[in-house]
């Protein structure tokens, strides 16, 4: 099975990547641009029986690894 | 007296650590491979130097937080050793949960590199005890990710138990609420993002430093 993890920073936290792509969108002319957010997507393969068994397993990476909850949220795909 | 400092891929304050411990306390050093699994015998203070751990892949010191030697290094905090995380330091003990917070991205997405002057929040740790009586030191940043961020809760807690050590007179990173360095619970393990092991002589500039190791050899 092949899983995606999107990681972002929380939404309380502040994102200052994402703030400068906005300023630079902007300055390129996309005025309209707003709320840019800066994350990062790890994919990979993992053997497993089922979806639902690999999700758990990604989320526990996540928990210990992949993400860093206290100021991080992430999202995971798996197919 | 005896230390160590742990040696990760990509550390590079890990020489600088070893001169400033022993030229301003005498203490012996002893430097720690990150894939070894015990600490030497008997040890007083462990450092985490600065650097790029591991080239700061996935997030600062995510990497170097798992890496063999830490469960030697978590196991010896739970015990009451001395433990002082400088700078990347500072990020892997964040990451490692042996403090709480994190460090992110600085505020003006800037690598800042400068002296900076500190307000010595609590002199009563056994790593600052011997600035009492002084309210300020002089110590160096250089980090890109510097920016201390913890949720309401958590920087409340840290104001009202004393964990908060140092802070900036003047932010240079955005950090929360100007935090510089911070203490777990028990007190014995400290994180700052400033560099005493570079204002340990006053050739550098500042010898504050030195008191810092001095303090957390003194009350070991």
Sequence with gaps: ?79 | MKAAVIVFPGSNCDRDCKVAIERSTGAHVDMVWHGDTALPDKVDLIVLPGGFSYGDYLRCGAMAALSPVMAAVKAAAERGVATVGICNGFQVLCEAQMLPGALLRNAQLKYVCKSVELDVTNAKTRFTAGYAGRRQVVMTVGNGEGNFFADDTTLERLEGEGQVVFRYLDNPNGSARGIAGIVNEAGNVLGLMPHPDRAFEAELGSADGAILFQSALASA
């Design chain 1, 1 to 79: 099975m092949r899983a995606t993890v999107h990681v972002y920073l929380k939404p309380g936290v502040l994102d200052v990547q994402g703030k400068a792509v906005q300023q630079a969108l902007h300055g390129l002319g996309w005025a309209d641009v707003s709320s840019v957010r800066v994350g990062r997507t790890i994919e990979f393969d993992l053997a497993a029986s089922d979806v639902a068994s690999a999700e758990a397993e990604v989320k526990a990476m996540c928990d210990k690894l992949l993400a860093n909850t206290v100021i991080e949220s992430y999202r995971v795909e798996v197919a």
